[in-house]
């Protein structure tokens, strides 16, 4: 089976903090994401990649940013931790092309406090 | 733009009742469709995916969807509920562009009573 690990099931944070949160999958998949969760919002995309080194901005990428040196490894790095950055965090990773779905994580959930 | 739609925040169904969760969408071109359902401080699982071919798609622990492109919708069903199937439940598209990613409805939350 595919696995997405995130490294953190939860994690507090204080307000300011540089925050990393890793997300690693063994599957070699090229692509990558990054995303929030809050209730009624859905999920959001912050940052995606789709390959070593390349990085694309999603809807929300205010206050974040991502780095992938190696193909398996994705991560969301908070510069300044605020508290509305509170949340669920979700990475998912899925082959190239367009018609496979993603894998996910179990989610990190992050609060600021 | 391409969207999603789920238009209910809450389904209550009682075991052993069919069960219907209703996705919307709009895309330009055909639309790659999925389900997912994510259970209490977890991460999201794939359900079913709709790509090409038969409008009636079968997925994991019973669940099917039906397509229906004069209506664009993707409803998510199930003859039979169990209580065991509550939970969030989340319809995407996949984007054309952006490396492909999903665009997800804001989740349907499904209570299957005894």
């Known amino acids: 089976d595919v696995k997405v690990t995130q490294s953190s099931r939860y994690l507090v944070k204080r307000t300011g903090e540089k925050v990393f949160l890793e997300c690693v999958q063994d599957?070699?998949?090229?692509?990558m994401f990054w995303y929030r969760q809050d209730p009624g919002l859905g999920l959001r995309l912050i940052y995606f990649s789709y390959d070593v080194k390349m990085k694309e901005k999603g809807d929300i990428p205010e206050g974040y940013s991502v780095s992938r040196e190696k193909k398996e490894r994705f991560s969301l790095i908070l510069e300044s931790a605020s508290t509305n950055q509170t949340s669920m965090y979700l990475c998912?990773?899925?082959?190239?092309?367009?018609?496979?779905?993603?894998?996910f994580g179990s989610g990190t959930r992050l609060t600021v406090v | 733009a391409q969207s999603v739609a789920q238009p209910e925040d809450q389904v209550n169904v009682a075991e052993g009742n069919p069960l219907t969760v209703k996705c919307t969408y709009s895309?330009?071109?055909?639309?790659?469709l999925f389900w997912y359902v994510q259970y209490p401080n977890r991460g999201l699982q794939f359900l079913l995916k709709y790509i090409t071919g038969d409008n009636l798609v079968k997925g994991s622990y019973g669940f099917e969807a039906e397509f229906n492109k004069s209506q664009t919708s993707f409803h998510l069903k199930k003859p039979s509920a169990l209580v065991s199937d509550s939970a969030l439940y989340f319809c995407a598209v996949r984007s054309l562009n952006q490396g492909g990613k999903l665009i997800f409805g804001q989740g349907t939350e499904l209570s299957v009573k005894p």
């Open positions: 599957m070699d998949h090229e692509n």
């Open positions: 895309v330009s071109g055909n639309p790659y």
């Open positions: 998912a990773s899925s082959l190239g092309g367009t018609s496979g779905g993603y894998t």
